[in-house]
Structures are given as C-alpha cells and as structure tokens.
C-alpha cells in the first residue's frame, strides 16, 4: 500500500503481520506448503476465490515480504521473486512473448541475456533487433508489427553507459510497447524506472539488494495486468525463490540506502581517482562529468551507483598484470558486494560474446569493472593504485 513515508522508513517498516507471539523480527517461514480449514477452504483457494498462501513455489510470506517492499521502492503495483536475477529475466519475457514475437533491446546488455537472446529465444521463434544505446531516435525505425517489448539496462552491464529512461518511456507508449529495464545497477534506491515510463523492472536481488554476496536471487515488479501474466507463467515453471533467501534479502533491504551511499561515495571517489592515472586510458563512472550522459544520470539517478569501468593502458598483457597485481580487493564475477570486486568482463561475464560483439558494446581486452564496496576508500585506492604500478 502507497504512504507518505519516506524510502527508507518503508524498507524497514515494510512487514507481514505479526502472529500471535508478537515477534519484532518477521520469523522465517520453512514451509513448502499450507493446510487448509476445511474442504470448502482448500477448494476456493485453489479456485483463487480466496487471496492466501497455498505452496511455496506460488507464493510464501517471506517471499510475500521481500515483494511488497520492492514495489515500495520502485512504485510498482505487483511483483514475483525468482530464485536468480535470469530467472526473473528469463520467466517475464518468456510470459509475455509468443512464437512469432519481436523484441527491441539495447545492444549492450549482459552476455547471459545476450545469450538468451541469440541462443534460446529463436528456438520458439522469438526474434531480436539490437540498437545502439547512443542512438534512442532510430528505435522507432527499428518497430515491427510483430514487436512487443523493448528491452534496456540502465547504467549498462559493464560499460557503465545510461539510457534515457523518459525517451524511452515515450516511444514504447507511442508505439503501444511493454517496456522492461533492468535496473540492477542502480537498486531501487537510486533509480525509479516506472515513474519514466518503463512497465516492469527486474533486478537481480543477488546484487546490491543482498549486498553482502550470500544469496542468489531475482525479482520483476510492475504493472498489476502484466505481472499477473508472469505469475502465472512462474507459478508452473517453478523459478519461485526460497523462503530463506527472500527472509535474507527481506532484511537486506532494512540497510539499503544507508549501504548504497556509501558505495556511491567511494565509487565516485576511485573514479575520480583512475580518471587522473596516466597508466588508464578512459574511465566511466555515470557521476563523473566526463560521462557522455552526465546530464541525463543525473535527472534520473539519485547518485552514480557501486560500478566504476575503466581501460588499462597496454592491452591484454597490461591487464592480466594488472589482474594478477591486485593484493586486498577480490577477482570475481559478481557485484554489489560490500567487499570491492575487480573483474574481467572480456574472459567472464561477457566470455560468450565474440570479440567483435564485445567491441561494438565497448568492452575491450583491458576493460575492468570494478564493483566498489564499503571498505575505506584510501585502502581501495591504494590496492588499485599499486596494481596499476
């Protein structure tokens, strides 16, 4: 339910309705199913006369919870929890999508979704246009009578690049589109892509929902109409996420604007930081004025968020070096961690595009994607400043 409560009051107050213990902490519910009072009680509920809990994998109270705080923050009216961020990517454009379909995404997108794109989606004769992210006016030429939704990431994935949401917004209202964004870089704290025009957002709850690297998991919320569609479509497919994590991200969300500005500070620090380097030689952060959508990160982001991208001078040989330098901060291929990851987009995230594909979104052999976490900056810094040499 809307309130006037500020953000970070609602993702704190936000909870199922105590039971009769009277417990302050929401209780974890490991429960695959529910009983039912009586014949005619489990037969309305299963004829969805009845609004309650009947299994798990169709919905669970700490799922419940996790959901409704989410549609909080983002202003949404519906949501689903997924078991993994391409879950939620996978299940809401495969509920909304008919064999014949076309999607309209952006050409910068992660190799996952990429993937799912070039490799899966044609199977069930489901077809794709990219466009260039720089290029939003060409988007209408790019319509079809078979096309149905336009994808998008904003910031991007790894390049850290911003797509004008309100555009965006406009041209699928124009042309009668489902507008879907991924707003994993920026958490709902940061951005709110439904009051720009999008339809449904997904995030990957892995990320800086979680925060601390424990638990995957997946979330779209949007429009009531369309998320029944996907409900529906996960409710048989199974891809629900499990009770435990959404308890565990339920009460990640408590800490997440107070975690989210501070990784924004420090990513915005570094990268002020690296853009001063003579051993870089380019960096994108959407906060640094440098940005070539400066201006629009700014009219639709609360700050720049935790991924900073930068090239290391001297090509692949450069890069590995530097890899290979790095002493406190972790290699891996995750984000949004409060521990500072350094990864390699190019041999990780990003493995399954050709060079080519790589090239035209911007990843390079010495591109690095630096999620910045909650350590002290000096002590980031320091550990990119001495593997840089």
């Given at each position: 339910m809307k309130n006037n409560n500020k953000f970070e009051t609602n993702a704190i107050?936000?909870?199922?309705?105590r039971s009769e213990n009277l417990e302050h902490s929401v209780p974890l519910y490991l429960t695959s199913s529910f009983v039912f009072e009586d014949a005619e009680d489990m037969r309305a509920s299963f004829a969805e006369e009845k609004e309650r809990n009947i299994y798990s994998r169709y919905s669970n109270p700490n799922s419940s919870e996790f959901i409704d705080k989410v549609c909080q923050m983002e202003g949404a009216e519906s949501g689903f929890a997924f078991a993994s961020g391409m879950a939620a990517v996978f299940s809401t454009l495969a509920a909304l999508l008919d064999s014949g379909d076309h999607v309209l995404s952006a050409k910068s997108i992660f190799g996952s979704t990429h993937s799912l794109f070039t490799n899966f989606?044609?199977?069930w004769n489901i077809d794709h246009t990219y466009f260039k992210i720089d290029e939003l006016d060409k988007i209408e030429g790019l319509v079809t009578p078979k096309t149905k939704i336009i994808y998008?990431?904003?910031?991007?994935n790894p390049g850290v690049d911003v797509l004008d949401l309100e555009e965006l917004g406009k041209i699928a209202k124009k042309n009668n589109l489902i507008l879907v964004i991924d707003n994993c870089f920026a958490s709902p704290y940061l951005q709110q892509p439904i009051k720009f025009g999008?339809?449904?957002?997904?995030?990957?709850?892995t990320k800086l929902m979680d925060g601390q690297g424990r638990v995957l998991a997946g979330i779209t919320v949007g429009s009531a109409a369309l998320m029944d569609k996907v409900y529906r479509f996960s409710r048989i497919t199974g891809p629900a996420l499990s009770p435990f994590n959404a308890w565990v991200l339920s009460k990640s969300l408590e800490t997440l604007a107070i975690r989210v500005d501070r990784?924004?500070?420090?990513?915005?620090?570094?990268?002020?930081?690296?853009?001063?380097n003579d051993k870089v030689n380019w960096v994108k952060y959407p906060f640094l004025k440098s940005h070539?959508?400066?201006e629009i990160a700014k009219k639709q982001m609360k700050a720049g968020g935790c991924v900073v991208a930068f090239e290391v001078k001297g090509g692949l040989d450069a890069g590995k070096e530097f890899f290979d330098s790095i002493k406190l901060l972790s290699l891996s291929a995750n984000l949004g961690d409060s521990r500072t990851i350094v990864t390699h987009p190019a041999s990780t995230t990003h493995s399954k595009l050709s060079v080519e594909e790589r090239a035209a979104v911007g990843i390079s052999d010495g591109t690095v994607r630096i999620s910045v976490g909650l350590e002290h900056i000096d002590d980031?810094?320091?550990d990119i400043a001495q593997?840089?040499?």
């Open positions: 107050r936000t909870q199922l309705k989606f044609p199977k998008a990431e904003t910031p991007t999008a339809d449904l957002v997904i995030h990957s709850g990784h924004c500070d420090n990513a915005l620090k570094l990268a002020e930081f690296l853009e001063g070539p959508k400066y980031i810094i320091a593997a840089l040499g």
